[in-house]
């Protein structure tokens, strides 16, 4: 039986509202809550609990694989026959990508910053393994990477394929389906609605974007605030509303959110993209030894840090209840591995 064939791979048009497009059933969901256990350090305060996101499936691992299960199925219905993306050496998405289209079936050319690591590590060891082609851009290249998945899509077209190109972090009106989605898996699991605040980690805004759609379509008064691992504040404000009024368009529903209601928090991401600084270093290193847990250097190690900062700032009242979505990020932990021995 072909993945095509395969009843996992079918798309489901029975989505939980009658304006959601079609969804291929790629990630195991829905993913657990637990808990965040007591860790040395962590400030008194609120209650904290884990949405378990880093547990979408193996390979498939973190956030992006519930956006792509929308994304692809677009890509399905439009009769492509190979994807195209972008992101940084160590993208968690296009090695999502990589793994949705070997499972599918589809090509995959992905158009990655920097230069070739050699040996590959991490998520790139892993999008050559699962045969993905990898073209590298330069940083201005990368700057101008719509322009740059355009071309792409073109030669291929030249060569007689059917692209289909997909965004950074697949965050566009499609891809925020994937945490509206998550959001009704909430409700299914505690319908008693029990968080006032959904945190995670912002590095191309479609989740922040996608839960701020699903807790208005699901008239949840719950909070999204998310903290950035790149950029500037502004740039995701800006690409948080460009998903929202997207979204509005192309689904005609009536979202409008003023620049004030997102909530994105600046001063966690460190020195760069990927570097991580020893604060944050000593908190993952506490998550792996104290609870078992682990956590990247690139997203969700600066979130955890940030979110643990602004607890012991007194920025959240003692009565409120958190959820921290895990967005994954293994792979990338695994790509700087020095980092964390050397600070033993
Ligand atoms: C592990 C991980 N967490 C969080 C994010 C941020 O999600 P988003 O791109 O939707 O802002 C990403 C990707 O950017 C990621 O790979």
């Known amino acids: 039986m072909s993945a095509e064939d395969s009843p996992r791979h079918s798309i489901e048009h029975a989505a939980p509202w009658p304006l959601a497009p079609p969804r291929l059933r790629l990630a195991h969901l829905p993913t657990p809550i637990e808990p965040l256990p007591p860790l040395s350090g962590w400030p008194a305060g609120p209650r904290v609990d884990l949405k378990r996101d880093d547990l979408t499936g193996v390979a498939l691992s973190g956030n992006k694989i519930r956006k792509l299960e929308f994304v692809l199925a677009d890509a399905r219905e439009q009769g492509a026959d190979c994807l195209v993306t972008c992101g940084g050496a160590q993208s968690n998405h296009a090695r999502a990508t990589s793994v949705s289209a070997a499972r599918l079936g589809l090509g995959c050319q992905l158009l990655l910053a920097g230069t070739p690591e050699t040996p590959p590590r991490g998520n790139l060891l892993l999008d050559r393994l699962l045969g993905a082609e990898v073209r590298w851009l330069t940083p201005a290249q990368y700057e101008q990477r719509d322009l740059e998945l355009q071309r792409a899509a073109e030669r291929l077209e030249a060569a007689g394929q059917r692209p289909y190109v997909i965004p950074e972090g ?5 891809g925020a389906w994937g945490y509206i989605a998550m959001l009704a898996e909430l409700v299914a699991q505690h319908p008693s609605r029990p968080w006032t605040h959904i945190v995670c980690a912002t590095g191309s805004g479609g989740t922040h974007a996608g839960l701020l759609i699903g807790s208005r379509l699901l008239q949840w008064d719950v909070r999204v605030r998310s903290y950035l691992v790149q950029r500037t504040r502004d740039y995701f404000v800006d690409q948080v509303l460009r998903i929202t009024e997207a979204f509005a368009a192309r689904y005609e529903v009536p979202l409008e959110f003023a620049r004030e209601e997102i909530d994105i928090v600046a001063g966690f991401e460190g020195p760069a993209y990927a570097e991580p600084y020893d604060e944050e270093i000593a908190l993952i290193r506490a998550a792996a030894r104290e609870g078992g847990l682990l956590f990247d250097p690139v997203y969700t190690g600066k979130a955890l ?39 033993a």
């Open 170 to 174: 697949a965050s566009n009106e499609v």
């Open 305 to 343: 840090t940030g979110l643990r900062a602004e607890i012991a700032a007194r920025r959240f009242a003692p009565d409120d209840r958190i959820l921290f979505v895990h967005t994954g990020g293994i792979f990338g932990l695994l790509a700087q591995g020095e980092r964390f021995l050397t600070r």
